[in-house]
C-alpha cells in the first residue's frame, strides 16, 4: 500500500510538472511585447499604435506622400473591391509573414495596413513592428471608415496624388 501510494506520488508530481510546462507562456517574448507596448498609454495611444484616421490618409497621398498601402484582407473580401493605389499590395493576413511577402514591404517609405474594419490591421501592423519593420501604420477603422470618411459626392470622385515624393 505504502509503495502504490508513493507511485501514486510520482506519477502526480510528474503530471503537474509537466502540465506547468505546458500552460507556461514565454517570458522573453512577453519582455519584447512589454518593450514595445512600453509607450501606449493615455491620450497619445493611438499615436503610439500608429493608427492613422482617414482624413489624413487621403492627405496623404493628396500632397503626393509615397505610402505604400498593403491590403490583408482575404482574396474573396479583395475580389469585391481593393486597392488601386500606385505601389499598394494585396497579401492576405495568413500569408503575410511569409519570406517572399516580407521582402515585398519596403523599408524605405511608409507602409499603411488595410483591412475591413482595423482589427486585422492592428494585430498585423504592430507585429510588423515588433519583427523589426519601422515604418508601419494602420488605418483606423480600415475600408468601413474610409467609405464613411467619403460623401457621396467624393465616392465617384478620383482621388488625384500629386507627384509622389520620394
Known amino acids: 500500500m505504502v509503495m502504490k501510494n508513493i507511485f501514486l506520488i510520482a506519477v502526480i508530481g510528474i503530471f503537474m510538472s509537466m502540465s ?33 484616421k482617414p482624413e489624413d490618409f487621403i492627405k496623404g497621398i493628396k500632397e503626393g506622400k509615397a505610402i505604400i498601402a ?25 500569408q503575410l509573414f511569409k519570406q517572399e511577402n ?13 483591412c475591413q474594419s482595423g482589427g486585422r490591421a492592428l494585430a498585423v501592423g504592430t507585429s510588423l513592428r515588433h519583427i523589426g519593420f519601422k515604418n508601419v501604420y494602420i488605418l483606423k477603422g480600415g475600408f468601413k471608415s474610409l467609405v464613411g470618411y467619403f460623401g457621396p459626392k467624393q465616392a465617384y470622385q478620383k482621388i488625384k496624388p500629386a507627384e509622389a515624393k520620394k
Do not use: C, H, Q
Open 102 to 114: 516580407l521582402d515585398r514591404i519596403p523599408t524605405d517609405k511608409p507602409v499603411m495596413i488595410v
Open 70 to 94: 498593403i491590403d490583408v484582407r482575404t482574396s474573396a473580401e479583395m475580389e469585391v473591391f481593393g486597392l488601386t493605389l500606385p505601389g499598394s499590395l494585396a497579401i492576405p493576413v495568413n
Open 20 to 52: 506547468s510546462v505546458a500552460w507556461s507562456y514565454d517570458m522573453e517574448m512577453a519582455k519584447s511585447y512589454e518593450k514595445l507596448f512600453s509607450t501606449v498609454t493615455g491620450g497619445k495611444a493611438g499615436k503610439e499604435l500608429r493608427l492613422v
